[in-house]
């Protein structure tokens, strides 16, 4: 077993590089299924679910080639069987995006139900509604979702709820259709735009990705390409609470600030300072932490995916904040976790309630889920004495190089083996 083990409280100082986002990436690689040549993607981040979904695509017969460590060849032309099988598919939630690839390229798709974080019921209802729309029937055999028609023709597809996934995988089974599709009530978040323009990059033609109606006039072909996939936002917005949390000054790089305007509006408004520039913002903070409530949405709203982190940081806040989580129905599992540290959380529902404490104190605790973890990383940073963090699988899921770029910031942060419950230096 590995635990992050950390000694809280020292000041994070210097610069941190964002790598690239993995919830681009993780439908991006599907999406060069769909190709008739040669993808080339860029500024990949080195994480375990990039990791998990190249190794489908290898295993479904692609040829798939590690340029560098941020950089993968993928010759989907190998691809002879629209099949995605349990055993790997289980492991991550954004696998479902292989069903629209499929279902573009083949006409039919047969994958796992996927796995991924356990926060609340995460229904494909609207991706299968979007499917049929264009003519695709589906049915589940077996643990395995099948999707199956004679002739992909474009549609109307009003989404229910915001939904990423279903607008991800409704945009992958419709660039090929004949026709127009028309997504109404799609989701807005950067790393859909970034699939829209690695879509058209190939020769599909997207438009209106960023609003709410996105248009797609279906094409015969796509063609390879060469893409470089934008900075991570959550990342980012992570790094930007850790320095908060520690009463840092860190520089983060490799960002578009507008991406990040939600977390940095929230971090001004609990006294910290945040400077904007080209490709980077300063976080900095040196008086007491302001009290404020936080309520997740859809974007431009606030991320449900920076819930947990900036819960860690107002349980240090002074005086009584309020989280809301308006997206998913269980994602304060690790408000026990942060209790374990002298957190002081009253859960009711999808309302958190937080009253602030003066200092956090290390204990054993666990990464609940990803962001969780992330959470459980930054209390630890700004806590008093030693935390060990268990299940770090989570965290490595979405954080590259998590224990390098924190060390170099300053933090007191490494890696142990355990055996038999007895703790071994890394």
Known sequence: MRQLVINGGKRLEGTVHISGAKNA????????????????????????????????????????????????????????????????????RASCYLL???????????????GGCDFGVRPIDQHLKGFGILGAAHSVVGGMINVKAEHLTGGHVYLDVVSVGATVNIMLA?????????????????????LANFLNSMGADVRGAGTDVIKINGVKHLNGTTY????????????????????????????????????????????IQVEEF?????????GELKRCNVKTH????????????IAALLSIAEGTSIVTEAVWDNRFRYVE???????????????????????????????????AGAA??????????????????????????????LSALGADIRIIYTDDGVAQRA
């Open 174 to 194: 419709a660039v090929k259709a004949e026709g127009r599709t028309i997504i109404e009530n799609a989701a807005k978040e950067p790393h859909i735009v970034d």
């Open 298 to 309: 859809p974007h431009p709203g606030f991320p449900t995916d920076m819930q947990p982190q």
């Open 337 to 371: 976790e942060l209790k374990r540290m002298g957190a002081v959380i009253s859960v009711d529902g999808k309302v958190a309630v937080i009253e602030g404490v003066k200092e956090l104190n290390g204990a054993p605790v666990k990464a609940t889920d990803l962001r």
């Open 228 to 271: 470089s996939i934008i900075p991570d936002q959550i990342e980012a917005g992570t790094y930007m609470v850790a320095a908060a949390a520690t009463g840092g000054d860190v520089m983060i790089r490799n960002v578009i600030t507008k991406h990040l305007d939600p977390i940095t509006l929230k971090l001004r408004e609990m006294g």
């Open 25 to 92: 990436a993780v439908a991006i690689i599907p999406a060069v299924i769909l190709s008739d040549g040669v993808c080339r993607i860029e500024n990949i981040p080195n994480i375990m679910d990039v990791n998990y979904i190249a190794n489908i695509m290898h295993e479904m017969g692609a040829r798939v080639n590690r340029i560098n460590k941020s950089t993968l060849e993928i010759d989907p032309s190998y691809i002879r069987r629209p099949v995605a099988d349990y055993d790997i598919v289980r492991r991550m």
């Open 100 to 114: 629209g690839a499929l279902l573009g390229k083949f006409s039919q798709a047969e994958v796992a139900l996927p």
């Open 376 to 405: 459980m990383v930054i209390a630890a940073l700004s806590a008093k004495g030693v935390t060990h963090i268990e299940d770090i699988e989570y965290i490595e899921r979405g954080y590259e190089d998590i224990v390098e770029k």
């Open 278 to 286: 080209d490709d980077a913002v300063r976080v900095s903070r040196a």
